[in-house]
């Protein structure tokens, strides 16, 4: 691999792996290598330079970076929205019909888009979690919105559900599943029979769903 072109290297070490694996982190584009507990880094390097041609594969099949700015687009809920820069308006950020205008100056328009898009991600997606925890009659101890790099969604023994904020961003059956997922652990905390049976039951759609975040969950993650 020519070190002048070499991404950035994230290490990761599992009780759990059985063999060196890498991975492509899609916000930054680093190569993570984890190993198992008794593999050298020197032994991770070599398994890297190996899979040279792979990691260039991949990191080429990243989407480019798209950050908020007029003209730009975003999507909500699966819609796209243009922005549109305001300079002489006094009414912060408002959507009318597919445009989200943003007032003031245009160095505070990338924040601006932001800020709206979280506003929007803690008010929808802590209902749609309260909505469908009624229906399975779950219980989540805490919800919590967070930026993430790779996991959409993650569940916790004590109940504490974690989604990244950017789920707003995708259609409703998308940001369902992932939602009817994390809840669906509340009952089985782990991915057999009967937790794919429950998370089917309510989302019939979930393969479509995860086809969905495949194809365009790393573009999701490098907006903004």
Not at 32 to 55: C, D, E, N, Q, Y
Request: with cysteine; hydrophobic share 40%.
């Amino acid at each position: 691999m020519n070190s002048a072109l070499a991404p950035a290297i994230q290490w990761r070490r599992s009780s759990r792996a059985k063999r060196i694996s890498l991975r492509i982190e899609p916000v930054e584009g680093a190569v993570i290598i984890t190993l198992p507990p008794r593999v050298s880094k020197a032994s991770g390097l070599a398994f890297l330079h190996a899979s040279a041609g792979w990691v260039e594969r991949n990191l080429n099949k990243l989407p480019q970076h798209e950050p908020f700015a007029n003209g730009g687009t975003i999507m909500l809920e699966g819609e796209t929205l243009t922005i549109r820069h305001a300079p002489e308006a006094r009414r912060g950020v408002w959507r009318e019909n597919d445009v989200l205008h943003v007032s003031g100056e245009e160095v505070f328009l990338p924040r601006r888009v932001l800020e709206f898009l979280r506003r929007e991600a803690t008010a929808r997606l802590n209902a749609h979690v309260r909505h469908w925890a009624e229906i399975m009659s779950a219980k989540p101890s805490q919800i919590v919105l967070r930026e993430v790099r790779s996991r959409w969604g993650s569940c916790t023994r004590a109940g504490r559900i974690m989604l990244s904020w950017r789920l707003v961003m995708t259609p409703p059956a998308v940001r369902d599943y992932i939602i009817i997922h994390e809840l669906a652990h509340l009952s089985h905390f782990n991915h057999g029979p009967l937790f794919w049976k429950l998370v089917e039951n309510h989302c019939p759609e979930r393969r479509e769903a995860e086809r969905w975040l495949r194809q365009n969950g790393a573009a999701l993650l490098r907006v903004g």
